[in-house]
């Protein structure tokens, strides 16, 4: 029998919207593959980032925000869905909280129905560390061990083997807490063969990260006015000397037309050339970027429209 030299794991990222999910798969994988903003639900699909050094094969899925709420649309529960179909196969869960937002009642009820969903060790993790004065990610620390300390009992020994009884506090934007995360990663996963290429970064199309990228820019160059509701298809993908590529914005209702095109096109000119940045660099080729924008009413709400749109 072939003996097995290499390693290789799947690690969850977990968490609220907003808790920096994304942009620490990003940095674990030192690549932009995930779309990040400020606001919520940026999110919304299982995404793959891939990094492989010396004998490891490391696979981060950014996960959509966990969320509740009435009334809100069928994309959302998508959204969820999508969120806790990637804990199947887990090597490691990781459960990201806000260092400034701690642990809140919806927060600690996702934390415990992931531990009680998890098939694998779960470490938490206090992010944003940069961001907060010393004293606050000290008192967080002490309330979520606190809170650990209370649920850990409950608890299965796979999911609380790691780390579980206190938060590893980490920023995305320190390299060596990074580092001490990826350290860490390491030595929870197992012995075992690749699956995929030693160079791959990320297992969605370029497409998808062409369309995630404009999505970015919509939901960073809109204020309070966004329509959460917005979409993005790829219509066109040449690549050229330069590559041509023309996108459509889907908006579900008349009115965020006008909002997405702003005035004298002027927003919709700021995501277009925003974008076009974004996509240069992970093509390392000059891009033609064209936006069109169009009225898919109510897609957010159809099974059908959603999976065409969303790919989910
Ligand atoms: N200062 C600081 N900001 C961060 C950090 N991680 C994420 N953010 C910011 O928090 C916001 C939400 O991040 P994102 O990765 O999209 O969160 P997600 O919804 O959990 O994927 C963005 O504005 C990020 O720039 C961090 O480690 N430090
Ligand atoms: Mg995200």
């Known amino acids: 029998m072939k003996e097995i030299t290499n390693n290789f794991g799947f690690i969850g990222f977990f968490g609220a919207p907003n808790a920096g999910k994304s942009t620490l798969m990003n940095a674990c994988i030192g690549e932009k593959i995930a779309a990040v903003s400020k606001k919520a639900q940026t999110t919304r699909n299982q ?9 490891t094969q490391l696979v981060f899925v950014d996960t959509p925000g966990l969320h509740k709420g009435r009334k809100l649309p069928a994309i959302n529960s998508r959204m969820m869905q999508e969120a806790w179909r990637s804990l199947e196969g887990l090597d490691l ?10 642990i809140s009642t919806h927060e600690s009820l996702f934390l415990k129905q992931l531990c009680e969903r998890a098939n694998c060790p779960v470490l938490i993790l206090l992010t944003k560390t940069d961001k907060y004065k010393n004293k606050l990610v000290d008192e967080k620390t002490k309330e979520v061990s606190d809170f650990l300390r209370d649920l850990a009992p409950h608890l299965s020994t796979r999911v609380t083997s790691l780390g579980f009884s206190q938060p590893l506090q980490c920023s995305a934007k320190a390299k060596d807490m990074v580092k001490n995360l990826i ?13 995929y290429d030693v160079d791959a970064m990320t297992d969605v199309s370029t497409q998808f990260l ?32 330069v590559t041509h590529i023309d996108a459509t914005i889907y908006v579900p209702r ?12 002027k927003t919709i ?5 925003e974008a076009r940045k974004s996509v240069e660099n992970l093509l390392q080729n000059k891009v033609m970027l064209r936006l069109f924008v169009s009225v898919e009413k109510k897609w957010t709400e159809h099974p059908g429209a959603i999976h065409q749109i969303q790919g989910i």
Do not use: N
Not at 47 to 55: D, P
Not at 93 to 102: F, K, P, Q, S, W
Not at 254 to 265: A, C, L, P, S, W
């Open 47 to 55: 995404i793959r980032g891939i990094i492989t050094t010396g004998s």
């Open 93 to 102: 869960a990781c459960y990201l909280i806000d260092t400034g937002v701690g």
């Open 183 to 195: 350290r860490i990663v390491c030595s929870a996963i197992p012995q075992g063969e690749w699956q």
């Open 210 to 241: 062409v369309s995630e990228f404009i999505r970015e820019q919509i939901f960073r160059q809109l204020g309070d006015e966004l329509p959460y509701g917005s979409g993005v298809m790829i219509d066109r993908f040449e690549e050229k000397e």
């Open 254 to 265: 008349e009115g965020h037309k006008r909002i997405m095109v702003g005035k004298q096109g």
């Open 269 to 273: 000119k700021a995501i277009g050339s």
